[in-house]
């Protein structure tokens, strides 16, 4: 029987659920799997597919999966002895939303909190996490564990046809900008926790390896890397093309220029 299997549920809202990859599950899987558990990602995103058999199962979902999360949190209970976790930015926010619905609400970042959930040393309920303070001792995501895990869509965007196969990265976690911009769901703004250049390189040659070299970083402000520069400066020896936020007044003439 599988340790963990860990889902991402359908999105009825956006026109390409499969656009994005669910980032979070590949860390969290490779995160488990270093633990010496045996995990599973069941990707639902388009629809539900029938769950193999597990001592737990795993959410993670923002606001417009969280509905469908609950009525499947709902048949796996009734169906297995499996018990279950939801995260993201959903249970991030809402945790009270979820407590009903779920045996575990993890409200945070996960790696640490799904071992400890997995290990039998959390009760159910609320779980606030702990936030990870060296990211590079995060291992690269478990991209291997769905069948196809880079999107044709994600680089042109969304309604803007298919390009080249591309993945999401993230070199850092968190914002230091107060007050927040206004749409922001960021649980935990500061301190931001950045990965190391040699880590994100690291990474991007595992891609180039698997024929990906477009890539879109998730980070809430890119231009913000204490290495920024030297950052810009290996994406361009590696040819990678890339996409990256940031807020207009972290712009500069000289950052416009290195990316």
Same mark, same amino acid.
């Given at each position: ?42 990707? #639902? ?5 029938? $769950? ?93 564990? $769905? ?6 869509? $994600? ?28 749409? #922001? ?18 990474? $991007? ?55």
């Amino acid at each position: 029987m599988l340790d963990l299997v860990l889902l991402s549920p359908p999105d009825r809202i956006s026109q390409n659920p499969s656009m994005y990859q669910p980032l979070s599950l590949f860390y969290l899987a490779s995160v488990v799997e270093k633990a010496g558990f045996i995990v599973e990602i069941i990707d #639902c995103r388009e629809n539900i597919k029938k $769950l193999p058999d597990a001592k737990f199962y795993g959410f993670s979902c923002a606001t417009p999966q969280i509905n469908t999360a609950k009525e499947m949190a709902y048949k796996v209970k009734g169906q297995t002895k499996g018990q279950t976790i939801v995260g993201g930015a959903h249970a991030s926010m809402l945790p009270q939303d979820c407590v009903k619905h779920f045996d575990y609400v993890v409200v945070g970042e996960g790696e640490q909190t799904i071992i400890d959930i997995l290990k039998g040393s959390v009760k159910k309920g609320i779980v606030q996490s702990q936030r990870e303070r060296n990211l590079d001792s995060i291992p690269y995501p478990a991209w291997d564990k $769905l069948p196809n895990p880079f999107s044709e869509t $994600l680089f042109p965007g969304e309604r803007y046809g298919k390009g080249e196969l591309a993945t999401t990265i993230i070199g850092s976690r968190g914002c230091p900008m107060t007050p927040p911009c206004s749409f #922001c769901a960021n649980v935990h703004r500061t301190p931001v926790i950045f990965r190391s250049v040699n880590n994100i390189i690291g990474e $991007l040659k595992e891609l180039a390896d698997r024929g990906v070299t477009h890539v879109r970083f998730e980070d809430d402000c890119f231009t913000i890397h204490p290495q920024f520069e030297r950052l810009c400066h290996e994406l361009k020896q590696l040819k990678i093309k890339f996409k990256g936020h940031t807020r207009s007044d972290l712009l500069t003439p000289k950052r416009a220029e290195l990316m």
